[in-house]
């Protein structure tokens, strides 16, 4: 099974500030690399497919990068509505597999 | 508008089992597969499995085979799944998830099934 490392467990930054969180995939998923946001009691929804591609309606202060076999998720000018649990999902090959979350906070 | 609306959440009893279900509207439902994923309590996802309700193909996760079985009805859009031999460890918030036949981008997500084993 591909693993998924994904950093940092936790994060607590300012609003207006810049984030970044990273998976790093143990063999090569090429571009099969999407992002989630999962707040309390919800289910995930999709911020990035693709590594880099915006999904439908999510702001563009949301970014997705690649190098090699490292995924980032970036976040310009953090907002309060931004809080909840990032995760990454490598959907290159079965079994599909998730990072174990960042969970966002805003301090 | 896509939606995925799952059915309630249930209580039931070690050993016994329980059947899900998934209904699709908003978009063909032959035209994507569909996805499972288990979040246990304060944990993160696991990738159950997903079944391609078109020609009614399924593929698991090795750790699910046994537990989990996958199902379509094209006839009313609707997907299902049956966990058996229930134990705690089965406790959970079950997912569909609609994917992309040939990327398995998960992009449209039901609201989960808490699914709670004890007697």
């Known amino acids: 099974d591909i693993q998924m490392t994904q950093s940092p467990a936790s994060l607590s930054a300012s609003l207006e500030e810049i984030v970044t969180i990273t998976c790093q995939a143990s063999q090569d998923i090429g571009n099969y690399l999407s992002w989630y946001q999962q707040k309390p009691g919800k289910s995930p929804q999709l911020l990035i497919h693709?590594?880099?591609s915006l999904a439908d309606g999510v702001p563009s202060r949301f970014s997705g990068s690649r190098s090699g076999t490292q995924y980032s998720l970036k976040i310009n000018r953090l907002q309060v509505e931004d809080t909840g649990i990032y995760y990454c999902l490598q959907h290159y090959s079965a079994p599909l597999t998730f990072g174990s979350g960042t969970k966002l906070e805003i301090k | 508008e896509v939606k995925l609306q799952q059915s309630g959440d249930e209580l039931v009893r070690p050993g016994a089992s329980v059947k899900m279900s998934c209904k699709a509207s908003g978009y063909t439902f032959t035209d994507y597969a569909m996805h499972w994923v288990k979040q246990s309590p304060g944990q993160g996802l696991e990738w159950i499995g997903t079944?391609?309700?078109?020609?009614?193909?399924?593929s698991y996760n090795q750790k699910f085979k046994g537990k989990a079985t996958l199902t379509a009805d094209k006839s009313s859009n609707t997907a299902y799944m049956e966990l058996s031999r229930l134990t705690s460890e089965d406790s959970a918030v079950y997912y569909c998830a609609r994917g992309d036949y040939s990327s398995y981008i998960l992009d449209y997500w039901g609201q989960g099934v808490m699914v709670t084993v004890s007697s």
């Open positions: 693709s590594a880099t």
């Open positions: 079944i391609i309700p078109l020609i009614d193909t399924t």
